[in-house]
Antibody, heavy 121, light 109 residues
């Protein structure tokens, strides 16, 4: 069974750093892109970026380039999303999702449960 | 950059009724169009991929159609568990960008 399990909720102060995780299981982690999606409170879905754990090839949405860093450790089948200096506007639910399938993947077939990040002074 | 527009923003229907949701792209996305369902407090769930293919485990009452710029998600007869928000999503190649529509909320009339 394909599963993406994300790390738990975080409460941080503005200016602090944070790294959240997404652990994949039940499939070949190095063979599928993993994406990150933001959902601000009461709002829609926003694509942030994707990473291919096999070679760490990473692509970012122009809206999030330079704002976050996406990485992966294939040895433990885990992808990460990190911030160096959080802002209150980073308060949101963050989802990881597997990008499917094959040579030309275009949709997200499995999703993590989400990690709620709250940034407040 | 391709923009997705969904209509209506809210659809108020009764169980058993047919729901027709629209997603329009600002330029052609070929058939690279997916639909997701999201219920409160839950992660999105893939319903339809490549415009018209049902994802694994999705009931036959969900169907997708369209190509190019105009796409439709149809729920043939609404079940109580279908009341949720529905998002469309596309992938463009150059630059590589994934875009979600703003969503359509299907609520109980």
């Amino acid at each position: 069974e394909v599963q993406l399990v994300q790390s738990g909720a975080e409460v941080k102060k503005p200016g602090e750093s944070l790294k959240i995780s997404c652990k994949g299981s039940g499939y070949s982690f190095t063979s599928y892109w993993i994406g990150w999606v933001r959902q601000m409170p009461g709002k829609g879905l926003e694509w942030m970026g994707i990473i291919y754990p096999g070679d760490s090839d990473t692509r970012y949405s122009p809206s999030f380039q330079g704002q976050v860093t996406i990485s992966a450790d294939k040895s433990i089948s885990t992808a990460y999303l990190q911030w160096s200096s959080l802002k209150a506007s980073d308060t949101a639910m963050y989802y990881c999702a597997r990008l499917c399938c094959g040579y030309d993947p275009d949709y997200f077939d499995y999703w993590g449960q989400g990690t709620l990040v709250t940034v407040s002074s | 950059e391709i923009v997705l527009t969904q209509s209506p923003a809210t659809l108020s229907l009764s169980p058993g009724e047919r729901a027709t949701l629209s997603c329009r792209a600002s330029q052609s996305v070929s058939s690279y169009l997916a639909w997701y369902q999201q219920k409160p407090g839950q992660a999105p769930r893939l319903l339809i991929y490549d415009a018209s293919n049902r994802a694994t485990g999705i009931p036959a009452r969900f169907s997708g159609s369209g190509s190019g710029t105009d796409f439709t998600l149809t729920i043939s007869s609404l079940e109580p568990e279908d009341f949720a928000v529905y998002y469309c999503q596309q992938r463009s190649n150059w630059p590589l960008i994934f875009t979600f529509g703003p969503g359509t909320k299907v609520d109980i009339k």
